[in-house]
């Protein structure tokens, strides 16, 4: 696939993320303009209190706005909550959640759906926060496209909170982050009066892609980290997930189409771990990296086919593994690491990667969707399998990343809606495949200079 295919696949995804916005019912409201979160107070903490001595989870600030697409106000109210966090390094942070409430409350459904968002971005201002009390960025438009999947449960009645799960300083690809932002998120969201929750409420997990790692995330750490919150759980769908993110790095080297996503990554996990990788890059990838910071996935997908790791890296560091302190950090994002999940879990990945420019021959990583690795899912499934969790995997073999969602979505919604009535969760842990090692990343000399 060459440039002019990827630039083609690119033109594609944003007609569908045109198509979708031009379809959504809102109010006949002009946008207004919205101060960006670093100018916005609310989005600052101020109280006397040291943050470090305020437990997560705690509401530190609310306010209530109509639910934003694209700038234009809708008919939703949503509850936006400033509250405490937790970062990758267990350092005290802030964060905002938005809790949409459903047009028309029903009695009998006072249930919570953690949707995580896909906005995969570097920069805040692309954060749903900001897109849904009104603010619009070109990366920000994918909080508007993702008002399709939340109508459902919307439409049920249900009530739909939705994270900033990177954080404010948009630590994309910061696995654990995202959960633990998801999982204080909803303690905020029953901790305050405003968002109408009842102690009564159930909550199910939701996510596909970038939403996904906060799914999962909060699933697997939600036992130990946030209890009270993981005795509300019913269940965690997800889809194309980013399991093991060493192995996923490899799988994208030289793609088409999806190849930008290894630099950003690499940015947004040494923000969330506050190393420095740039001493290890190229000229170019430096030029890069300063270029990418501030980007959203909108702005990189399809703009740098085939670029490799050999290109961004000093030529003594041929491979991502010959940098000590990459290889600590990337190991702690292995999912299954934080912790077990206790709740059924579903799982829908792609595995016909080539259709996004994503070769699938590669040793020990195989085929994927063309920027997740179907092996690695597999593992992680197999692996919760083992551990006793209720799992359904589904693998879609002949679709993409993009191309799967159209499968998965109507599945993983009506799995989680189930997961809130008595029907128990069906499991197909003896029908999966093997996949890939989850072992961690080891370590290699770098080649000799010169």
Known sequence: MGRSHAGTLRARVHAVLLMLVAVL??????????????????????DSTPLEDVAPGTV???????????????????????????GTLGQATTNVTSILKPPTRRANVPHVIAYGSFYDSLNRNDQPSYAIAGGVTFGGLVNTVEAVLVAPFLNRGYTVAIADTQGQE???????????????GLRAAFGAPETGITEAAKVGLFGYSGGAIATEWAAELAPEYAPDVDARMVGAAMGGVLVKPSTNLHYVDGSQFWAGVMPMAIIGAARSFQVDLKQYLSP????????????SIAEVLGQYPGLTWKKLAKPEYGVPESIPIYVEKVNQLIMST???????????????????????????VGKGDGVMVAGDVRALALEYCKRGVTVDYRQYNGDSHVTSVAKWLPAATTWLLRRFGDQPAA????????????????????APAG
């Open 338 to 364: 934080g912790g077990t999940p206790t709740v059924p879990l579903y799982i829908g990945q792609g595995a016909r990667g080539e259709l996004e420019g994503t070769k699938g021959n590669k040793p020990g």
């Open 427 to 446: 499991e197909n842990c003896a029908s999966i495949a093997p996949g890939n090692s989850l072992a961690p990343v080891t370590a290699v000399d770098p």
């Open 284 to 295: 170019y990838g430096e030029r890069v990296y300063e270029r990418m910071k501030d980007d």
């Open 25 to 46: 019912l809102v109010a006949p409201s002009a946008a207004s303009a919205v101060p960006r979160p670093s100018l916005d107070p609310f989005y600052a903490y101020t």
């Open 60 to 86: 530190l600030k609310t306010r209530t706005v109509p639910y934003h697409l694209a700038g234009v106000k809708s008919r939703i109210q949503a509850v936006q909550i400033l509250y405490r966090s937790t």
């Open 170 to 184: 948009a630590n994309f690809a910061a696995g654990p982050e995202y959960g633990y932002n998801t999982l204080d």
